[in-house]
């Protein structure tokens, strides 16, 4: 006789997300942000923005313009290079002092290695523009400072990312050849320094671009460089002019990208790393490879030498601190009395804000234009522009349209970071398998239906991962876009520094040390929770995504 009782059922399995789809939950932001925008537009605005976007066609033909462009750029190539060199030989000394391996084998301690990572977290907390406006007023407008101000945090980020990668790679080799005797410099050079040489060349570059937008930024604000006068043509409205120094600024930096990805491949290839065989000395290609890499360590500290002298940046300015005005009696109840709670809450939704238009119009965009590749074309080129564009210039821009406030900075650095984020995710679909998207679309899926399911899988939760850390770096900037009145820190910090209330500015420093060194420890987490889920193994991990 047949069994006729129930089967018990059990409990549905839980659905994960759907990976491609992950990158696009952030863009849900638009909805909001869509239906609170037309309460912030103001009229008369309108012409002004089409006067700005016309230029853009037609900038000026004057050959003083071209030529002031030209001078400006130069100088903030200069202190973007000096600022790049300098933090990355601090970055390094201090990356291998801090460094858990090291003082595992030279003195079997660890503590050192902790003490001075807790310490390497106040410069790395604070934004360059913030130590570029403390400086100015300690030592004045002086080159140095301009310099100073990028290497502080820079040396800092530097060390971290060296530390790590030190921490993370095999000591199996380097276990091997201090029982086999040799001292413990000799085996972490010979042991550790050929695998942590790619990583430090990639990050090195992208280190040296980011200096270049800091010392536009920091031109903004009065150091000097092409960032002044982009800010003095958008303010006195010279719209043709703006647009020379614009264009300028746009081919340097994509010369910039060009070249620095051009010597990634040429001595991050494959091939390059790649032996001879089992008795034969290495192949020409990896040769060629050192004998380059050891001609750019001789030729820059001497073009460093010769650019520091043009510039007349001099290191005896950095113990010249000139007279502060009297401190007076610290107002301490002044301090207590400010809105620390709405201060705080507007600059982490200012944060949140930021990231999540950047992490998700990015992929969504891509996906819009799918269908049309020369559309691509256009995306990018905007891309370039919200890189190299300052976000307090766009936050200005913006208020020819919309009243000043948090959405309005919002938008500016969303703008901004939507460039970073975008070429990332591109470089990252570019070096994705391309057998998946292909057999959708022979199977009959459409270009969208392709990326999404076939590209954009792969690179979901890297992506995710470097949102997190491009979130905390935002974090840091929402200081740059105070000048537009958006109710946060740093609105709060530039109005302290002007008065030079430095009780305010020094409880100031301290909340936001304190939220940056949280935000990063957060994101530093859920970059490991993304980065540890498994993807489909057809579908592998992009080396682009993998590393920030």
Same mark, same amino acid.
């Given at each position: 006789?047949?069994?006729?009782?129930?089967?018990?059922?059990?409990?549905?399995?839980?659905?994960?997300?759907?990976?491609?789809?992950?990158?696009?939950?952030?863009?849900?932001?638009? *909805?909001?942000? %869509? $239906?609170? &925008? @037309?309460?912030?537009? !103001?009229?008369?605005? =309108?012409? #002004?923005?089409?006067?700005? +976007? /016309?230029?853009?066609?037609?900038?000026?033909?004057?050959?003083?313009?071209?030529?002031?462009?030209?001078?400006?750029?130069?100088?903030?190539?200069?202190?973007?290079?000096?600022?790049?060199?300098?933090?990355?030989?601090?970055?390094?000394?201090?990356?291998?002092?801090?460094?858990?391996?090291?003082?595992?084998?030279?003195?079997?301690?660890?503590?050192?290695?902790?003490? *001075?990572?807790? %310490? $390497?977290? &106040? @410069?790395?907390?604070? !934004?360059?523009?913030? =130590?570029? #406006?403390?400086?100015?007023? +300690? /030592?004045?407008?002086?080159?140095?400072?301009?310099?100073?101000?990028?290497?502080?945090?820079?040396?800092?980020?530097?060390?971290?990312?060296?530390?790590?990668?030190?921490?993370?790679?095999?000591?199996?080799?380097?276990?091997?050849?201090?029982?086999?005797?040799?001292?413990?410099?000799?085996?972490?050079?010979?042991?550790?320094?050929?695998?942590?040489?790619?990583?430090? *060349?990639?990050?090195?570059?992208?280190?040296?671009?980011?200096?270049?937008?800091?010392?536009?930024? #920091?031109?903004?604000?009065? +150091?000097?460089?092409?960032?002044?006068?982009?800010?003095?043509?958008?303010?006195?409205?010279?719209?043709?002019?703006?647009?020379?120094?614009?264009?300028?600024?746009?081919?340097?930096?994509?010369?910039?990208?060009?070249?620095?990805?051009?010597?990634?491949?040429?001595?991050?290839?494959?091939?390059?790393?790649?032996?001879?065989?089992?008795?034969?000395?290495?192949?020409?290609? *990896?040769?060629?490879?050192?004998?380059?890499?050891?001609?750019?360590?001789?030729?820059?500290?001497? #073009?460093?030498?010769?650019?520091?002298?043009?510039?007349?940046?001099?290191?005896?300015?950095?113990?010249?601190?000139?007279?502060?005005?009297?401190?007076?009696?610290?107002?301490?109840?002044?301090?207590?009395?400010?809105?620390?709670?709405?201060?705080?809450?507007?600059?982490?939704?200012?944060?949140?804000?930021?990231?999540?238009?950047?992490?998700?119009?990015?992929?969504?965009?891509?996906?819009?234009?799918?269908?049309?590749?020369?559309?691509?074309?256009?995306?990018?080129?905007?891309?370039?522009?919200?890189?190299?564009?300052?976000?307090?210039?766009?936050?200005?821009?913006?208020?020819?349209?919309?009243?000043?406030?948090?959405?309005?900075?919002?938008?500016?650095?969303?703008?901004?970071?939507?460039?970073?984020?975008?070429?990332?995710?591109?470089?990252?679909?570019?070096?994705?398998?391309?057998?998946?998207?292909?057999?959708?679309?022979?199977?009959?899926?459409?270009?969208?239906?392709?990326?999404?399911?076939?590209?954009?899988?792969?690179?979901?939760?890297?992506?995710?991962?470097?949102?997190?850390?491009?979130?905390?770096?935002?974090?840091?900037?929402?200081?740059?876009?105070?000048?537009?009145?958006?109710?946060?820190?740093?609105?709060?910090?530039?109005?302290?520094?002007?008065?030079?209330?430095?009780?305010?500015?020094?409880?100031?420093?301290?909340?936001?040390?304190?939220?940056?060194?949280?935000?990063?420890?957060?994101?530093?987490?859920?970059?490991?929770?993304?980065?540890?889920?498994?993807?489909?193994?057809?579908?592998?991990?992009?080396?682009?995504?993998?590393?920030?």
């Amino acid at each position: 006789m047949a069994d006729t009782r129930p089967i018990p059922l059990e409990a549905p399995a839980r659905w994960p997300p759907a990976a491609p789809l992950l990158p696009l939950l952030p863009a849900l932001v638009v *909805l909001p942000v %869509l $239906l609170v &925008l @037309p309460g912030q537009v !103001h009229a008369g605005g =309108w012409d #002004l923005v089409g006067r700005f +976007l /016309l230029a853009a066609l037609r900038p000026s033909a004057d050959p003083l313009v071209w030529r002031s462009a030209v001078e400006g750029l130069a100088i903030t190539l200069g202190m973007a290079l000096l600022g790049w060199t300098t933090s990355l030989l601090g970055g390094l000394l201090l990356g291998c002092a801090s460094s858990r391996t090291l003082w595992r084998q030279t003195a079997g301690q660890l503590w050192p290695a902790s003490a *001075l990572r807790r %310490l $390497l977290a &106040l @410069p790395r907390s604070l !934004h360059e523009l913030l =130590w570029g #406006l403390l400086l100015l007023q +300690l /030592l004045g407008l002086r080159p140095v400072v301009a310099v100073v101000a990028i290497a502080l945090p820079y040396s800092a980020l530097v060390a971290r990312v060296l530390a790590d990668q030190l921490d993370g790679l095999d000591t199996s080799r380097l276990e091997a050849l201090r029982c086999a005797g040799a001292s413990a410099p000799a085996a972490l050079l010979t042991a550790l320094g050929p695998a942590l040489l790619p990583g430090l *060349l990639s990050y090195g570059g992208y280190r040296l671009e980011c200096a270049l937008r800091s010392a536009t930024l #920091l031109g903004v604000f009065g +150091l000097g460089g092409l960032g002044t006068e982009l800010r003095l043509t958008l303010q006195s409205l010279e719209f043709r002019e703006l647009w020379c120094g614009l264009w300028v600024l746009l081919g340097a930096m994509l010369l910039l990208e060009g070249g620095l990805a051009a010597l990634r491949r040429r001595w991050l290839s494959p091939r390059r790393l790649r032996l001879a065989p089992s008795g034969d000395r290495p192949t020409r290609p *990896l040769a060629a490879g050192g004998r380059e890499l050891l001609l750019v360590a001789v030729l820059l500290p001497l #073009l460093c030498w010769w650019v520091g002298g043009a510039l007349g940046v001099r290191p005896g300015d950095l113990v010249a601190v000139q007279p502060l005005p009297p401190l007076g009696t610290p107002d301490w109840e002044a301090m207590l009395s400010l809105p620390w709670a709405t201060l705080i809450s507007s600059t982490l939704a200012l944060t949140l804000l930021s990231g999540a238009l950047a992490v998700g119009l990015a992929p969504l965009l891509l996906l819009l234009v799918a269908p049309w590749p020369r559309a691509r074309w256009v995306v990018r080129l905007i891309w370039a522009l919200g890189r190299l564009w300052p976000p307090p210039l766009t936050a200005l821009l913006l208020l020819f349209l919309l009243r000043p406030g948090l959405l309005t900075a919002a938008l500016a650095l969303g703008f901004h970071n939507l460039g970073i984020l975008g070429r990332l995710l591109l470089e990252g679909l570019e070096e994705a398998p391309s057998g998946p998207p292909q057999a959708l679309a022979l199977l009959g899926a459409g270009p969208r239906l392709s990326l999404l399911y076939g590209s954009l899988s792969a690179v979901a939760h890297p992506y995710l991962a470097y949102g997190a850390y491009r979130t905390d770096v935002i974090l840091r900037e929402t200081v740059v876009v105070g000048l537009v009145g958006a109710t946060g820190l740093g609105s709060q910090l530039l109005e302290s520094l002007s008065a030079f209330a430095w009780e305010r500015i020094l409880a100031l420093v301290v909340v936001y040390a304190t939220l940056t060194l949280l935000g990063e420890e957060l994101a530093d987490r859920l970059r490991r929770r993304l980065l540890s889920r498994p993807v489909a193994p057809s579908l592998p991990v992009s080396p682009a995504l993998s590393d920030p």
